[in-house]
């Protein structure tokens, strides 16, 4: 969604991340605030938004990689046992909010899950 500022994109997508989670669409819903545009706050680095969005899916930060193509690739791993812990199976919905770039959001994109690691995931 893009729009001026104030105008509710963030109140939307948070309604119907929650009415889509009611209805049974989605495993889990993960957030982010990339503060792309709050004033007093530097936008959100990739690596950031991912230990974010790690600990949000019940990661352990201890467990969490340092390295920005190690953290991404665990993160599309803790995505993809968060599926396969949910009967169905369904995805996982994630949502980056308040991005200026698509460089800040592509590595927060789910992708094909590689062998979760032994012991990191929930």
């Not at 509710?8 to 997508?13: D, F, I, M, N, W």
């Not at 993960?30 to 991912?50: G, K, N, Q, R």
């Amino acid at each position: 969604m893009s729009g001026m500022g104030g105008v509710g994109k963030t109140a939307l997508a948070l309604k119907t991340a929650a009415m889509a989670a009611r209805r049974g669409w989605f495993c889990a819903q993960l957030f982010v605030d990339l503060h792309s545009y709050t004033p007093t706050t530097p936008p959100i680095e990739a690596a950031t938004a991912l230990d974010t969005l790690l600990r949000q899916a019940g990661v352990d930060p201890e467990d969490i990689p340092p390295g920005l193509e190690e953290r991404a690739a665990f993160y599309r791993s803790a995505l993809h046992a968060l599926t396969q812990a949910y009967a169905q199976h369904r995805p996982v919905l994630v949502v980056p909010d308040n991005a200026h770039h698509l460089d800040q959001i592509e590595t927060l994109l789910p992708g094909p899950g590689q062998a979760p690691l032994a012991g990191h995931l929930p």
